[in-house]
Structures are given as structure tokens and as C-alpha cells.
């Protein structure tokens, strides 16, 4: 077994979750995966903790299969919601054979699957949970990368010094952290601005997600005014969505459009009463993450770029008192920051064509 696996599986269990002695342990992976299951198993023994298997999040293949034959209408399974409430530790572990296994699933059967699921959402989020990937295949095919050359992008964005890395993203959090406004532009396309007032921000250095690199914060429902271009695509059950754009007034996504499957953006802020609106601002720090994959799990983290999810808010990013936005939805978009593009805190510029205020090279 490459020996970056194990490194993988020791970070995930030392870092991410802080696995104990006695813990139970679901781990959600696909089958391609096995390596990386197989060492945290090891890690698991060794710890003393109790781990079961599963692939209800990732196995897309039986998920297409159940829901092409169902028709369309879904309650909460309680077996599975009793599961996750007796589980102290989650682990979902990205990895695929085809990337594309869903597309022929009718989106509103998905997003009334999704919205049935809500409840195990909100439970795998009250656990020591993670969210990690496994260099398969498909996914570096996606990534227009090679096998090897993508394996060595996933173990260089993990496999890291997280300590070095929150220290630098803490700068950021402090600029965040006791701010009212933020507004973002970028060209002619992006000026959107939005109150954080009083909600915390979050420092992800490799823990709920890894890899980590990136601050982020939830802005508060009703504030949200301006309109997006989310330059860069995203994969969406299984299809590519392009060019999204978003116009928000009163933080209601009031239109909306999409170069490439519109209808897949559709269904998405048709979810529920939650979903048109923003759940989540976030800035992407994590500078090892230097191409785009298509896998947002890298791509929300790469520096010179912006995320907003429309839906669900973080319950951790929502200060006491404050309203939460709440969605069984929770989809990230990305602008990029790269070049005429700056970001404006309580007007104040903050970064600058990916550039931080804190860094040597920032242009006032």
C-alpha cells in the first residue's frame, strides 16, 4: 500500500475527528476506496474504536438504480437515521467509478431525494464528522489529469502541515471575524454585498473538510443584495453546470440562469423555501491547491477565488440570536478573484486580484 494512504488515514483519525477509544465509526465510501478503508481500519483497531462500512452516500451506482424505479415521493428511512444517531464518528470518503452515474436521474426525484434526507443531514453534522477524497480514476479523468499525476495533487493538498496553514488563514478570520459588511466584485459581472454581522467565522484547516484552506462565514439571510457570475463550473448530480449567475434582492435569488443545464439550477433553488438563499461565504486560502478539478472539495479551496453556497448555513457560523438560513440544499458555486476583482470589508479592501491585505505583495 502506498504509505501515503496510511498518512491519509492518520490524519483523518488524529486530526480530523480526534478518534477515541470506544468510538463508534460509520465510513461512507465507495468500493474503489478500499485502500484508504482498509487503513483506517487499521487506524480504528489500533485506536480502539468500532468501525462499520458503508456506501449509501457515495455508491452512486445502486442510488441511480433506486431512484430511476421509485416514484419520485420519499420519506426519512429511520434505519438509516437510527444509525447515524448512534454513531459518534462520520467519515465520507469522495471517490468514483463514473462521475456521471446520475445524470440520468430526473433532478426533481433527486431533490425531493434530498430533502427527504434532510433529518440524516442534520444528525451526520452533530457527529465528529469528515469529508475526504480518494485519488480514483474517474475522478483524476475528470480532473484531465493522469492516475498518478492526480494522486499526487490529492496526498499534496492532505498530506500537509494543517498547523502552518490555520495560522495563515487566522488573518483572514480576524478581518472577518468582527465585520459587518462584505462586498465582493469581480468585472463587470459580480458586485454582490452581504451582512456577517455577528456570525462567526470559520478557520477550515483540514478537519470537517480535508483538505481544509479556506475561511469562511454565513451571511445573514435577508441582506444578501447585488448579483454573481460564478465563473467557474461545477458538477451537480452527476452533470456539469456552467456560468451560473445569480441576482439576489433581499436575499432572495429573484432570477437566475446557466450556460449548460439551467433546469439542474433550477431544481436546486426549488428545493425549498431556504434554498434561494445564501448559506454560506467563503474564501479560499489553500495556495497547494493550484488547478481546477471539478471536485469541490479541492476547488472551493484554491487561493484567488470566492464560494457562495445557496441553502443550508453552518450551525457554527451562525451567531447566537442570529437567523439561520435552513435548506436541505447546500450547493457551492465559484468566482474567480484572480485578476480585477477585489474583496471589501466595512469598506475597506481586503484582498485584491487574489492578493491579501496581510501579504508582502498586496497593492493598496
Excluded at 481546477?292 to 484554491?302: A, V
Aim: net charge negative.
Amino acid at each position: 500500500m502506498d504509505p501515503r494512504i496510511r498518512n491519509h488515514a492518520e490524519i483523518i483519525a488524529n486530526h480530523s475527528v480526534d478518534l477515541q477509544e470506544g468510538d463508534n465509526v460509520i465510513i461512507d465510501a465507495h468500493p474503489v476506496a478500499e485502500d484508504l478503508v482498509v487503513a483506517l481500519y487499521e487506524v480504528i483497531g489500533e485506536k480502539g474504536a468500532n468501525p462499520v462500512s458503508t456506501s449509501q452516500r457515495t455508491g452512486k451506482r445502486q442510488q441511480r438504480a433506486f431512484l430511476r424505479a421509485s416514484d419520485g415521493e420519499f420519506e426519512t428511512p429511520q434505519h438509516e437515521l437510527a444509525l447515524i444517531e448512534n454513531t459518534d464518528v462520520y467519515i465520507a470518503i469522495r471517490a468514483s467509478d463514473n462521475v456521471t452515474q446520475t445524470s440520468d436521474v430526473d433532478p426533481e426525484t433527486s431533490s425531493a431525494y434530498q430533502q427527504a434526507h434532510g433529518p440524516i443531514l442534520e444528525e451526520r453534522l452533530s457527529t465528529r464528522w469528515c469529508l475526504t477524497q480518494y485519488p480514483a480514476p474517474a475522478n483524476a479523468q475528470l480532473a484531465e489529469m493522469s492516475t498518478e499525476g492526480y494522486e499526487n495533487f490529492v496526498w499534496d493538498a492532505v498530506n500537509k502541515d494543517w498547523d502552518e496553514q490555520r495560522a495563515h488563514q487566522a488573518n483572514m478570520v480576524e478581518i472577518l471575524d468582527p465585520a459587518d459588511e462584505v462586498r465582493i466584485v469581480s468585472g463587470d459581472t459580480t458586485d454582490v454585498t452581504m451582512s456577517v454581522n455577528d456570525n462567526p467565522t470559520i478557520n477550515d484547516h483540514g478537519e470537517h473538510n480535508l483538505p481544509g484552506g479556506e475561511v469562511f462565514t454565513a451571511p445573514q439571510p435577508d441582506s444578501v443584495e447585488g448579483e454573481v457570475l460564478f465563473d467557474m463550473p461545477l458538477y451537480h448530480q452527476g452533470r456539469e453546470i456552467t456560468d451560473v449567475y445569480l441576482e439576489f434582492s433581499e436575499g432572495e435569488v429573484v432570477s437566475h440562469s446557466a450556460a449548460k443545464n439551467e433546469e439542474i439550477l433550477t431544481e436546486v433553488l426549488n428545493t425549498d423555501a431556504g434554498s434561494r438563499r445564501l448559506g454560506e461565504l467563503g474564501i479560499g486560502m489553500n495556495r497547494d491547491i493550484d488547478r481546477f478539478t471539478y471536485n469541490m472539495l479541492f476547488d472551493e479551496k484554491m487561493g484567488d477565488t470566492v464560494h457562495m453556497a445557496v441553502g443550508r448555513a453552518y450551525d457554527d457560523t451562525v451567531g447566537e440570536g442570529n437567523e439561520q438560513n435552513d435548506s436541505a440544499a447546500h450547493v457551492d458555486m465559484i468566482v474567480d478573484m484572480s485578476e480585477n476583482s477585489f474583496i471589501e470589508v466595512d469598506g475597506e479592501v481586503v484582498q485584491r486580484d487574489g492578493t491579501f491585505r496581510f501579504e508582502d505583495d498586496f497593492e493598496k
